[in-house]
């Protein structure tokens, strides 16, 4: 709540002029556990231009002879639970009314782990962001009806993912790829990156009864150094076949490695408003808000400057790594490829489906807009409960929608219980102890064949298929638990209230 950031985590998160509300020594830790659902219903294939004749696998990844006309399985999420924590110490001063702050918090940010061999691979198999805020901050009280807030922060990122591309350089030339996982690779992508940032707010108090708030934290961008990586065995079964008797049978072990590669992409600034009230002094109070997520401009999630040499390199024959292109040569699978027109030399060396040295993955982020509303009932001074709720349109457009990207209209309900122990009036006290819970349920939202931009990551000349069309939902699970305690003047004066 911005107008009732009196706890040190929401003072350095929402509004940082909420912490003038701290004084004296203050020690504050908690740990929320994050559990994310999501799901994906993909349109089954015909064979024609429209789905691109897709196969169904089976439990071990084989394709499911006849399955091309059938719908997919719905592709789920493996269930987790992440630990999210949170720490902090205060400080606040009596002359100047001044708190200073020191703490580290994480934002939401769900890991996601998807089947390697479900019809979802060729978006996302994992996927995960760390970042962790440390802050230093400052709210200073200049006049009794006004207190304002600054945060500097040091953010940590590290941004992850892999997912599978498909080689099947046979079918260059063809209109679509039939997603057969033997020629399914991995690939991924790590980066990290320290970078500055900040958060400013200011309270507004005309009132014992009202308050205004209003804080903001600018958007930026992720722009990390990582490497890169693919690996996979090719062909197994279509060189067992007829092509073996030109080939040879022997499947194709492709691995590539690039040390230095460039991930980029936009994370969100916000703008929050919030009118607080108190009609029962220390017993009951609620406050409506608005967040704008500021992503505009924010494009897409960018791996740059990938140049991955590509080899055939097979463990168990203990010999050294050879070029792909000299070992695709060795087996005269060169000159079918020129029959079909592709150059082999291309598959040397992999720079992105486009040979551009990028691999991209479509968000166009939008800005994104949320309504709140939330409040506290003390029925004793040691107990209170809490109760909230809000609504939040998608940051991505229907044609970005993908596992990688999902998102659309969310509502959350929020309850929760605080203990006081120690407490006298108003809302300090020696123990603050904080249990809450909130779940987050997505509307189902459908992006079209002809809306969807998404398509399989392929090496050069391997034909894409589209891949996030269908139906997308969702749903998350937050418990949190957290621990505030006080010392000095503050505790002081609450104890001798409650005498």
Not at 164 to 178: E, K, M, P, W
Not at 369 to 384: Q, T, W, Y
């Amino acid at each position: 709540m911005v107008t009732r950031a009196d706890d040190l985590v929401s003072g350095l998160y929402y509004n940082p002029a909420g912490l003038h509300q701290l004084d004296g020594f203050h020690f504050e830790g908690g740990l929320l556990l994050l559990r994310h659902q999501r799901w994906q219903q993909r349109p089954g294939g015909d064979g024609g231009e429209d789905s691109g004749g897709i196969y169904n696998l089976d439990a071990e990844g084989r394709p499911i002879e006849g399955s091309l006309s059938e719908p997919f399985p719905n592709i789920e999420n493996q269930p987790n639970f992440r630990p999210i924590p949170e720490l902090g110490f205060a400080y606040g001063f009596k002359d100047p009314d001044l708190t200073l702050a020191l703490g580290l918090y994480a934002p939401l940010a769900p890991t996601q782990r998807f089947s390697a061999t479900g019809p979802g691979r060729y978006r996302l198999i994992e996927q995960e962001l760390i970042q962790g805020n440390f802050s230093l901050s400052a709210s200073w009280k200049p006049l009794p009806f006004l207190a304002v807030g600054a945060s500097f922060q040091v953010l940590v990122l590290r941004f992850s993912q892999s997912f599978t591309a498909s080689a099947d350089f046979l079918a260059g030339g063809d209109a679509y790829n039939v997603e057969d996982p033997q020629w399914d690779i991995t690939a991924g992508f790590t980066a990290t990156r320290v970078r500055p940032h900040f958060n400013v707010g200011a309270l507004l108090m005309p009132t014992s009864w009202l308050r205004v708030g209003v804080a903001f934290s600018p958007p930026y961008r992720f722009d990390g150094r990582g490497s890169a990586r693919l690996d996979g065995v090719l062909g197994e079964q279509y060189f067992a076949g007829p092509a073996g008797s030109i080939s040879g049978p022997e499947p194709i072990h492709v691995s590539g490695h690039d040390p230095e590669v460039e991930v980029n992409t936009g994370l969100p600034g916000q703008l929050r408003f919030g009118v607080g009230f108190e009609p029962v002094a220390g017993v009951f109070n609620f406050e409506v808000g608005a967040q704008i997520e500021l992503w505009r401009g924010a494009g897409d999630v960018v791996a740059s400057a990938v140049d991955m040499p590509l080899y055939y390199d097979a463990p168990e024959d203990q010999l050294d790594p050879v070029a792909l292109d000299q070992h695709l040569d060795g087996r005269g699978i060169c000159a079918v490829l020129e029959v079909r027109g592709l150059d082999c030399a291309t598959l040397a060396i992999y720079r992105g489906a486009e040979g551009d040295g990028t691999v991209t993955i479509p968000a166009a982020f939008d800005n994104a807009f949320s309504v709140r509303f939330g409040g506290e009932v003390r029925p004793l001074p040691v107990v209170g409960i809490r109760f909230g709720y809000l609504f939040e349109t998608p940051a991505i457009p229907v044609a970005t929608q993908s596992l990688t990207m999902l998102d659309s209209n969310k509502h959350m309900a929020s309850a929760g219980v605080s203990l006081s122990f120690g407490a006298g009036q108003g809302r300090s006290s020696v123990v603050d102890l904080r249990l809450s819970y909130a779940h987050i349920f997505y509307e189902t939202r459908t992006a079209s064949l002809e809306d969807s931009l998404g398509r399989t990551l392929t090496l050069q000349g391997v034909p894409a298929n589209p891949v996030d069309a269908g139906e997308f939902g969702g749903s998350a699970d937050l418990l949190g638990l957290n621990v505030g305690v006080h010392f000095g003047e503050i505790a002081a004066r609450r104890l001798r209230a409650a005498r």
